[in-house]
């Protein structure tokens, strides 16, 4: 299945989207380790990736392979200690790489059947017993201490899910052609592409914070009616960001948002969604959020009611929001008016909201401040 998708693609296309990774995304460094984290069926692009990353100076590439169907088989039969239990050798590992000064690439795919028969609960204890034993990466990733970045790969079911009357090979070519435009990879010099993208981001940024407005109101007609309250000092990010010696990079490749952290108890009024969301393999889809003081008081979801309620039920800080988004409808993707049925290209097509922990990088000088300062803040917390 994986060479089959990559014949839809000419090596110099997919050698561009790999140098964007690398050279853009995480921006990778001379003598810096790269972890590219990869399920077997994309080892077309992880090797490609591999092989930009030491043309670009490299110290190491390592290849962490993933396989969805051993992981679907994971989840349906291992014991329950198991499923509640993460390895202390796995969170070692990501220690070991982040003092190492490792950079990330994670290569994404959408499977929507592989998770099916698997269930969601299931899925939800293990994502959070991970999520515990790594919370010192995660918290890396949030303030953009350490350079990550996220690309996406065609997988069969995925193309015929956005591209239902098409052919399997049909649907597939559209859709690497749509990633690689979504991308602004499909040009004469993707690098240059992004730099221009990046100058159009921090005009953006530089109004928003300047204004400093005390709230977002966001109306639509499906009965959204929602006022999202600002911190005081709040800082609007996206695009390019930097790393914590200054060194910028992109964590998603496509992005077109900008994002700041909604002050914790500030957020009003009902959100209803206008597209499906995919949550750990799972369709969440016709669905509601009703929010009082910060707090959801009350859901809803037609499709994936229990996959939404594990998601909101993690911990406390799961009931309020981290992060509202605001997103231009003149993007390539908001453009071609496409549902993906996927996060990362989904949310770069309209203005959204993410339940959970608040990155400090959307206040000022929040990454020096303490837990108990950014609480203080109106900064939520979250696993």
Not at 92 to 101: I, N, P, S, V
Request: proline share 3%; glycine share 6%; with cysteine.
């Amino acid at each position: 299945m994986g060479k089959g998708i990559y014949k839809l693609i000419s090596e110099a296309e997919l050698r561009k989207y790999a140098e964007l990774a690398v050279l853009a995304g995480v921006n990778l460094q001379q003598n810096q380790l790269l972890i590219i984290h990869s399920d077997i069926q994309n080892a077309a692009l992880a090797r490609l990736i591999q092989k930009a990353a030491y043309e670009a100076g490299a110290s190491n590439v390592f290849i962490d392979w993933t396989d969805e169907q051993s992981a679907k088989e994971f989840y349906l039969h291992a014991a329950d200690r198991v499923i509640d239990h993460f390895p202390d050798w796995q969170a070692a590992r990501f220690k070991e790489w982040d003092d190492a000064g490792a950079a990330y690439i994670h290569i994404i795919s959408e499977n929507l059947d592989v998770f099916k028969d698997v269930s969601s609960e299931r899925i939800s204890r293990f994502q959070k017993a991970s999520r515990t034993k790594l919370s010192d990466y995660h918290a890396k990733i949030r303030s953009h201490q350490v350079r990550w970045c996220l690309l996406a790969v065609p997988y069969a079911a995925w193309a015929a899910k956005v591209f239902p009357s098409l052919s399997i090979e049909e649907a597939l070519q559209s859709l690497w052609k749509l990633i690689l435009k979504g991308s602004r990879a499909d040009g004469e010099n993707p690098i240059k592409d992004w730099e221009s993208h990046n100058r159009d981001f921090e005009f953006r940024k530089k109004v928003l914070n300047e204004s400093q407005f005390e709230a977002l109101h966001f109306t639509n007609s499906r009965g959204t009616d929602l006022f999202v309250g600002l911190p005081e000092n709040h800082r609007y990010i996206g695009g390019g960001v930097q790393d914590k010696n200054g060194i910028p990079f992109f964590p998603n490749i496509p992005t077109e948002e900008i994002f700041t952290a909604p002050h914790k108890y500030k957020v009003n009024g009902k959100l209803v969604g206008t597209k499906p969301l995919i949550y750990g393999g799972s369709v969440i889809d016709d669905f509601y959020l009703i929010f009082k003081d910060g707090r959801i008081t009350d859901y809803y979801a037609a499709k994936g009611q229990e996959v939404l309620q594990n998601l909101i039920e993690t911990d406390e800080g799961s009931h309020y929001l981290g992060e509202i988004a605001l997103v231009s409808n003149q993007s390539p993707l908001a453009q071609e008016d496409t549902l993906f049925y996927n996060t990362l290209f989904d949310e770069n097509t309209a203005c959204h909201i993410g339940i959970g922990n608040a990155s400090p990088s959307n206040i000022q000088n929040g990454i020096n401040q303490s837990e108990e300062e950014l609480e203080a803040a109106g900064m939520n917390t979250s696993l």
